[in-house]
């Protein structure tokens, strides 16, 4: 009967809070954002072109995870990037030759409101990836593509990330609409 006790009581301590969590309104930091309230908001952004072929990967990203069923929406919204790229060289060997390289990106994103041409946010998103330098040229171009690659995936998820924060915290502060 106590092992039973026990037992409840364990469970009860292991499965409150997480029970607590679901009638507060708590959402995860990193869900996915086209599901929460700001998804029609995310939806209405332009993404405008951006420069390079890191630029062009980051553009495609950041327009299929805004509105990734294409929804057709109105645009109430710009976001303007600029990318700074940077490579090092790290890890340099006793001879003096580099044996890994770093790849850091920088993104600079605006969001301007249409209607006013206002900008409503301003933010520097910071990635670094590393890649090895091979002998054979070919490797070290595919790894610095495959950091290029890694880079646009994080910096897409950042981006979207704090788009969606922005978004909603702006509809929150908005007063009711009146019925």
């Known amino acids: 009967m106590r092992g039973v006790l026990r037992r409840r ?4 301590l292991a499965l409150g809070p997480s029970l607590a969590l679901l009638g507060c309104g708590w959402t995860p930091l990193y869900s996915e954002a086209a599901g929460g309230p700001a998804s029609e908001e995310l939806r209405a952004i332009h993404v405008e072109p951006i420069l390079e072929r890191i630029g062009q990967r980051l553009q495609i990203a950041l ?10 929406t109105p645009e109430r919204y710009r976001l303007r ?10 890890g340099i060997e006793s001879q003096g030759l580099a044996s890994l390289g770093k790849l850091d990106v920088y993104a600079t994103y605006y ?8 900008t409503l946010l301003v933010n520097t998103v910071h990635v670094a990836n590393s890649f090895n ?5 070919y490797s070290t171009v595919v790894g610095e593509d495959d950091a290029a690659v890694r880079s646009v995936a994080e910096l897409n998820q950042e981006i979207v990330t704090r788009l969606a924060l922005f978004m909603e915290r702006r509809l929150a502060e908005q007063p009711p609409a009146p019925s």
Request: proline fraction near 8%.
């Open 63 to 72: 327009r299929n995870s805004l509105n990734p069923a294409g929804e057709p």
């Open 81 to 90: 990037t600029t990318l700074v790229t940077a490579l090092s060289n790290l």
């Open 133 to 137: 330098l091979n002998p054979n040229q």
């Open 9 to 12: 009581v364990l469970l009860t």
């Open 111 to 118: 969001l301007i409101d249409n209607k006013s041409g206002r």
